[in-house]
């Protein structure tokens, strides 16, 4: 077992000490987790409403309507606003021509020019800031009404404040019973981006780290090991081994520092450690696999990176499951993240247990014991051919 | 010239041989292009809103629920179907998606408004809702604050002892009002990709920084073999060996640009527009990632640290020019994102995917050359470290 953990041990280090892990595996993932929270994690706008317009009553009742509605209004200039509808990064412009205050505290009529952007998001803004400009023009209807019966218009301004203390104001109740929003509510900001981050980056640092086997066979290392006291199947069980430790010590990391920098919480911990252990051993034995089944290092490396990026993709690690077609989710079952997803999404934010996350931690064994016997018969086969 | 030629066409030659570069700059890319728009795609949007379905249960004999009603299907513009079912059946229709959402509007809505009282109706969004349920909502939302003003109006007008028999006619006045502010729609030009259109030229942009790699950081791979000095020994301006791998990496950058490019957008439907804008747009994006290569090879003293190198430079200004997601900032921020080369070569197929051509690209492609020149200045002045060119 000591020459097992040794050969294992030296291929931690060996990972350690690769100066490109620096970025890769530690500063990576975490800029990624933050990018992503930041940008999708906060409930989303559809970029928002930019109102170009001189300073005064009406535009700031609208802004205050809008943001009453939830959406971003900005206030900028006429180029900026028309460039950002141009290029998707605001949803509509309102603009205000200029004289639009005095005519709004006149009470005369004014025509507001609306750029919806392209798509249907800028359709969906158009009606939004209808609702909104709508709105703030009540208030001078209310006061309208009572001045046409006699009332001051001070007077009539009153009795309107006062109403509103008094009465109960009908209102809208949203009730949102979508899946896809029902499977996140109560979710941190970094949550989902960090356990997507945590199955990309164990698989494919794994797949990316199989070019050092290729490298360990053509340099002689295999060869040299086997020359010492130890078993062939020491040597094999010990660069799984490793190949083990290299996964689980990429995973623990993303747990460990998004839960300290960015709260995330990955559940029971030690439900989220053995969902990781079951994950790290498919990704080992891929990497065991891919290392043995090809010699150049090159090609090796940049299927590695290729397939530790699609199989992300398709299972979870880049995007949630849970927007998903059906059909997509099912095909999206091939890989062993989206069982991994599953599972953590049960401890995370279903209150699952052990009972819960069985299934998936039965696939992701069983797939761990096909992958890594592959692996390590390919192994042998290889350094079998290389001495 | 001759020389130069030749040395490239050999470069080109085992470049094409090692497969590396046939995975990185073509397989890969088309193989995340395909998965991205599988799982985004469907996001993909449309130019207008799909018809719209309200499950409704309305208080019979309430004219005040009656009103919200006919106010929905009556908005112009808009293709709204108002069905009429029970509490039960419409929460059902909202829940499975058979219903753009669900509307619950409670019994004595109409006296709630004439006490003073109001109550509240519920809107349920479903699994069918989206945006069509979020401009429901929106139009909902303006309806039922129009007759909550009418409500506030009418109960100041008792408080100002307006005579009783009128104020029913203020409620109707302010629930009828004619607006005074009108919207008219402008328009703005159109500079946005699809969504799958965005994915395909941010995968390019992205793996385009990894592909013009394998013709200028060879010079530090050749040092470290020892071919290069080799190669400086031959009857030749040093200079020729570095326009060389320049060419190479330009050449592949087009090729591997172009045909991800043709393929991505054959493969999900895209039109980026103008061939000739399109080609220009080309042309100065490889043009800027080449020359950041240059620095690279003079900075980073072992090619393992010039493939570092590029590997972060390429991640980080290609996740940046939103090869895999948009990013949108304002201000300085802003500013910097689009200073990205990758970044304007995306605005750039937007530009031309939306109508536009070489006159309307100026600005990107500005962008483009200005980088190309700024680093390549800059590739002469950081301290040679790497290939000793």
């Known amino acids: 077992m000591r020459a097992v953990l040794a050969v294992a041990g030296a291929e931690l280090l060996r990972f350690l000490r690769d100066k490109s892990n620096i970025f890769f595996v530690f500063v990576f993932p975490m800029l990624l987790v933050f990018v992503l929270g930041s940008t999708f994690g906060g409930g989303g706008s559809q970029g928002g409403v930019r109102i170009v317009g001189e300073d005064g009553a009406l535009r700031d009742a609208l802004v205050a309507q809008l943001e009453s509605q939830d959406l971003s209004a900005d206030v900028t200039s006429e180029d900026d606003a028309l460039e950002q509808v141009s290029r998707g990064r605001a949803a509509a412009a309102l603009i205000l021509p200029d004289g639009a205050e005095s005519a709004y505290e006149d009470g005369d009529s004014t025509r ?33 009404a009572l001045t046409q019966r006699g009332a001051e218009a001070s007077a ?51 797949l990316a780290g199989a070019a050092t086997l290729i490298q360990a066979r053509r340099d002689g290392v295999i060869a040299r090991s086997l020359s010492a006291p130890v078993r062939p199947g020491q040597v094999l069980l010990g660069q799984t081994t490793g190949r083990f430790a290299i996964a689980m010590f990429q995973g623990l990391y993303i747990m460990i520092a998004t839960a300290l920098l960015f709260d995330v919480s990955w559940g029971n911990p030690v439900l989220a450690v053995l969902i990781l252990a079951c994950f790290g051993a498919v990704a080992a034995g891929a990497a065991m696999l891919l290392g043995s089944l090809i010699d150049n290092e090159a090609a090796a490396s940049g299927i590695g990176v290729g397939l530790g990026l699609v199989l992300a993709g398709l299972g979870g690690g880049m995007a949630p499951l849970e927007i998903f077609s059906d059909t997509l989710r099912k095909v999206a079952h091939i890989t062993p993240h989206a069982w991994a997803y599953d599972a953590y999404a049960e401890i995370q934010r279903h209150q699952g247990g052990l ?30 051919r290389s001495l | 010239m001759g020389r130069i030629w030749t040395m490239t066409a050999a470069d080109l030659k085992q470049r094409i041989r090692d497969r ?11 193989a995340l292009m395909g998965i991205l728009n599988l799982v985004v795609g469907g996001a993909e949007e449309g130019t207008k809103l799909e018809p719209m379905t309200v499950a409704a249960s309305v208080p019979s004999g309430d004219d005040s629920a009656t009103a919200i009603v006919s106010a929905l299907e009556g908005i112009e513009g808009l293709s709204i179907t108002v069905e009429e079912v029970d509490e039960e059946e419409a929460r059902a ?37 989206g945006l069509e349920g979020q401009v429901l ?8 604050d129009r007759f909550g003003a009418a409500m506030v109006a009418s109960q100041a007008a008792i408080g100002l002892d307006v005579p009783p028999q009128e104020v029913a006619g203020i409620a109707q006045q302010v629930a009828t009002s004619e607006p005074t502010l009108t919207l008219v729609d402008g328009k703005a030009s159109d500079e946005q990709l699809s969504a799958s259109g965005a994915l395909v030229a941010g995968q390019a942009g992205l793996f385009l920084l990894f592909t013009v790699g394998f013709g200028v950081l060879s ?19 040093a200079g020729s060996v570095l326009i060389s791998k320049g060419l190479v990496s330009f050449l592949l950058g087009i090729v591997a ?4 490019l043709v393929i991505g957008g054959l493969m999900f439907g895209v039109d980026f527009g103008s061939l000739p804008a399109v080609g220009l747009l080309v042309l100065s994006v490889v043009t800027a990632a080449t020359s950041l290569m240059f620095v690279i090879a003079r900075v980073a003293k072992t090619a393992e640290q010039a493939n570092i190198a590029q590997s972060i430079i390429a991640v980080t200004l290609g996740i940046a020019g939103g090869a895999f997601f948009p990013l949108a900032a304002t201000g300085l921020l802003g500013t910097l994102l689009d200073l990205n080369p990758i970044a304007a070569f995306t605005r750039g197929l937007g530009i031309t995917s939306g109508g536009g051509g070489v006159t309307d690209i100026g600005g990107p492609v500005l962008v483009m050359f200005g980088f190309a020149v700024v680093v390549g200045l800059l590739s002469r002045l950081v301290p040679n470290r790497g290939t000793s060119l």
């Open chain 1, 156 to 206: 009539a301004e009153s009795a309107l404040d006062a109403a509103e203390e008094r009465v109960t104001v009908p209102g809208v109740q949203v009730r949102d019973v979508d899946d896809v929003a029902q499977a996140f509510s109560g979710v941190g900001q970094f949550e989902v981006g960090a356990t997507s981050q945590l199955l990309l980056f164990v698989f494919l640092t794994s």
């Open chain 2, 93 to 129: 229709r909202a829940d499975d998606g058979r219903a753009t959402i669900g509307l619950l509007i409670p019994e004595g809505f109409g006296a709630g408004l004439r006490s003073g009282d109001g109550r509240d109706i519920t809107v349920i969004e479903g699994d069918g809702a």
């Open chain 2, 257 to 260: 640009t172009t045909v991800l």
């Open chain 1, 112 to 144: 507001l020019e609306i750029v919806p952007t392209s798509g249907t998001s800028g359709i969906a803004m158009r009606q939004q800031v209808a609702t909104a400009v709508e709105t703030v023009q009540l208030r001078s209807a209310e006061v309208e």
């Open chain 2, 20 to 30: 590396s570069v046939i995975i990185f700059a073509i397989v890969v890319p088309l």
């Open chain 2, 137 to 144: 909502t929106s139009v909902l939302t303006g309806t039922v």
């Open chain 1, 355 to 384: 009972v819960e996350i069985l299934p998936q931690l039965g696939v992701l064994i069983a797939m761990a014991v096909v992958v890594l016997a592959l692996g390590a018969w390919a192994l042998r086969r290889s350094v079998e």
């Open chain 2, 219 to 237: 010079l530090n791979a050749e040092r470290d073999q020892g071919t290069l000095p080799r190669l400086l020994s031959m009857p030749m301006r």
